[in-house]
């Protein structure tokens, strides 16, 4: 299965992931795909946009790049694309990890690379759940998990539990999307 777990910057992502990483039964389990590193590491964009600090991925570039990595894979290894850009290539399902806006701000602020505008910038797409309505726009196995007040470790399960339910047929409804509703946030300074 290839999932991509998606979601702001700043909801958990890389945490979720090291820790599936480091865990001996997960490890064997799930093949991670940074797909941050990836368009970093091999240069896999097609410019830069200054005005918001950010790389612009080549996205067929990328896909072409997870297609080949996947195939090199031990058969029925599950895959976990890991980024911001997950939810933009082909997978069995999406996993959204989502923070209420104000804990986001003050986890992005704590990062020396993010400015106000960039920790406003995604504060902003969280409340508009600008990342979910993608997802839900490519692909109908859409799963949210409010990372807000979890800590990293009941993060972590809740990702296995929606992959392990799904190997199985099954759809873990608690975590449907629809029930986070975040929308007055926006533009709060």
Not at 16 to 37: A, F, M, P, T, W
Not at 70 to 83: A, N, T
Not at 126 to 143: G, H, P
């Amino acid at each position: 299965m290839i999932v991509a777990l998606t979601g702001t910057p700043g909801t958990g992502k890389t945490t979720v992931c090291g820790i599936i990483r480091e865990h001996s039964q997960y490890r064997k389990q799930y093949s991670i795909i940074d797909l941050n590193k990836l368009v970093l590491g091999e240069k896999l964009y097609t410019g830069k946009d200054a005005a918001r600090d950010t790389y612009e991925a080549d996205m067929d570039k990328l896909e072409e790049r997870v297609k080949q990595g996947i195939s090199q894979l031990p058969h029925g290894m599950d895959v976990i694309m890991e980024g911001h850009l997950s939810h933009l290539l082909p997978a069995d399902a999406i996993i959204v990890l989502r923070a209420h806006p104000l804990a986001l701000r003050k986890r992005l602020g704590k990062r020396k690379d993010y400015s106000f505008a960039k920790v406003k910038e995604n504060a902003d797409a969280e409340a508009l759940d600008v990342i979910l309505v993608e997802s839900a726009e490519r692909n109908k196995n859409v799963f949210e998990i409010n990372t807000t007040d979890m800590n990293s470790l009941a993060v972590v399960k809740s990702v296995v539990l929606i992959i392990e339910s799904l190997k199985q047929g099954k759809i873990p409804e608690e975590y449907l999307p629809g029930k986070i509703n975040w929308i007055e946030q926006v533009g709060i300074e």
